[in-house]
């Protein structure tokens, strides 16, 4: 009896410490949450501590979490798991990679705004602003891009790296306005952004998507992969998946809005690719289920030296003030929710062509049509054409200028004729000389004798 006892009581020993193995063994934790170190020669939990831990009570919390005693020796090339949130944080900023227009600063605690410029380094607490018709570009230490539209208010809450672990937290905080971002593109294991909102919270691991804020409404469009989108209803985050060509809203104190198919990109294959004037005209059609047009008018094909933004419910676009040069338009449908669809590039060139310059005139001043001339000499003028260097004089008996009685080449505006071709009625006029032609000439006048 004793002996089935003591088997019992063995059997339910091992069951339990079965159960507790299987509650904290770490392999069934999310491995993106640990970090699996290899112990190296002459490694201790205190080394480990000094190396990458954030605080020393982490000693016996980590010994905990291994089933391993703190007196007992680590072996070189035993694996151990290092919950990340035990890991040093090391700080981390953001390189600004482009700036356009207005564009501004201010970093915590201080309240003065200082201009942004290309190269600058941005850190945690500090707020960017960009306004109209400007923009920024920043560079995160994970690869990850953001571009940051015109009219809009960010602010980065957190950036750095886990120690030992490699992998990059960035926190970023959107106001106002939009942004689009490529976040994590190496796709590197355990890297997380995320872009929160007055309204909601987009979170990803490696993916392409844009963030709006208006108000107390929050917008979420996926250009690639996927994004986890959250909102807090009743005290309760409500979280959704949105894929890529899908998007959702948030209202403040509500849960996303299931996905929403984001609206195709316009057809611009019709519109004009060279404009002979210095204003630009489109007209687009307006597709069911599409609210208004939004466009971008920029210099670059990259859209980071913007010219004019335009939103248009009429599908018509007009943009004055051009100069000869290439274009780049860049249009997106917005639905009724407010979410902007895939992008649509339309390139064209301006090439103004002025009028031709007004030939110049040449025309008689005297003798006035229909004078009396009794006797010689007779004294021709005419108006001077700075560019011509000779003309012809031309007399006849009648307007057609058949029966030529009298021609001649000269250098100047002015000619004195000794002859007098007796009596009767005479006509004249005057041409340009160019490679030895007459170009056109003169009206016609008449003398008489």
Known sequence: MKFATYCIGVLLLAMSFSSFANVTRPENVNQEAIWLYTVNQDDS???????????????????????????????????????????????????????????????????EKRKVQKGDFLTQGDTLETGKNSLAKLLFADGSNMDIQPNSNLSIQASYKYVGKETYVTHLKLVKGRTEVTANPEHVAGNTLQVETPSAVAAVRGTQFRVGAEGDIALQETLDGRVAFSAVENGVVQEILIAKGYGSVAEKGKAPSPPILLPDAPDVSALPKLIEQNIANFSLPQPQGVAVLVSQLALDVEFTQILNEQVTQSGKLSFADLTDGQYYLKIRAQDQHGLQGIDAIHAFNVMVRLPEPAEPVLELIEPADGAIIPLAPTVLSWTPISAANSYVVQIARDTHFVDIVFERRVSFDKLTINQSFGAGEFYWRVAVLSDGKPQRFSEVRKFSR
């Open 45 to 111: 939990f205190e080394i480990i501590y000094k190396k990458y831990l954030n605080k020393r009570a982490n000693i016996a919390e980590l010994a905990k979490y291994n089933q391993h005693k703190l007196t007992k020796k680590l072996q070189p090339g035993q694996v151990i798991s290092i919950p990340v949130e035990m890991l040093k944080k090391i700080p981390t900023s953001a390189q600004v990679l482009l700036v356009y227009g207005d564009v501004q600063v201010a970093s915590a605690p201080a309240i």
